[in-house]
């Protein structure tokens, strides 16, 4: 079954840049999305097909996908944005989620 | 605005069933998809099942299938997850959550997790 890899966790202060991966095989091939899930609340959709941000989601939050790794790019750092953050593609009859990387804001 | 309420989580022991209930009042609930996804304690996130928006596509993760069922009532605005022969292991809090309004639930195309429900939480012990 197809495994999606992300680092257990990043560090970041604030006004900083922070990037959170995803890797799997081909992944580029495919359309990968992210959810943003703070303490005790329910995950939201930040952006979809690799690139697109829902109404509502800051413009410091941005996606790319090539390769063997789709990256999650979250720029200016604030406080507010600490949390787990999980990636979500297709493949082969599955939804797979990344197993989470958690973001710690300094 | 889409909203979501679970319903129909609590203790259960082994071996038996439970019934998950989805209200999603205030939309064109017929008009998407639908998934279910749950999260075990202090764990990550874990696709469970989806629904076509019509019901007349299911899709199962290899963990449930056989024992759990996915189904929907457009009529009630209301998904449903039918959970048979639980196992300690399927302990979680379990989300509804939306496709992307005309989002196949399938395929690399399809447009993943849109709206997400606040949960219910499940747990499966003697």
């Known amino acids: 079954s197809y495994v999606l890899t992300q680092l257990p966790s990043v560090s970041v202060a604030p006004g900083e840049t922070a990037r959170i991966t995803c890797g799997g095989n081909?992944?580029?091939?495919?359309?990968v999305h992210w959810h943003q899930q703070k303490p005790g609340q329910a995950p939201v959709l930040i952006i979809s097909?690799?690139?697109k941000r829902p109404s509502g989601v800051p413009e410091r939050f941005s996606g790319s996908n090539s390769g063997n790794t789709a990256t999650l790019t979250i720029s200016r750092v604030e406080a507010g944005d600490e949390a787990d953050y999980y990636c979500?593609?297709?493949?082969?009859?599955?939804?797979?989620f990344g197993g989470g990387t958690k973001m710690t804001v300094l | 605005q889409v909203q979501l309420v679970e319903s129909g989580g609590g203790v259960v022991q082994p071996g038996r069933s439970l019934r998950l209930s989805c209200a999603a009042p205030?939309?064109?609930?017929?008009?998407?998809?639908m998934h279910w996804v749950r999260q075990a304690p202090g764990k990550g996130l874990e696709w469970v099942a989806a629904?076509?928006?019509?019901?007349?596509?299911?899709n199962y993760a290899d963990s449930v299938k056989g024992r759990f069922t996915i189904s929907r009532d457009n009529s009630k605005n209301t998904l449903y997850l039918q959970m048979n022969s639980l196992r300690p292991e399927d302990t979680a809090v379990y989300y509804c959550?939306?496709?992307?309004?005309?989002?196949?639930?399938?395929?690399?195309?399809?447009?993943?997790?849109?709206?997400w429900g606040q949960g219910t939480t499940v747990t499966v012990s003697s």
């Open positions: 959550a939306t496709a992307p309004e005309g989002s196949a639930i399938r395929g690399t195309g399809a447009g993943g997790i849109d709206v």
């Open positions: 205030g939309f064109t609930f017929s008009n998407y998809g």
């Open positions: 629904i076509s928006y019509d019901g007349g596509e299911k």
């Open positions: 081909n992944i580029g091939t495919k359309s």
């Open positions: 097909y690799d690139v």
């Open positions: 979500l593609a297709w493949d082969s009859g599955d939804w797979v």
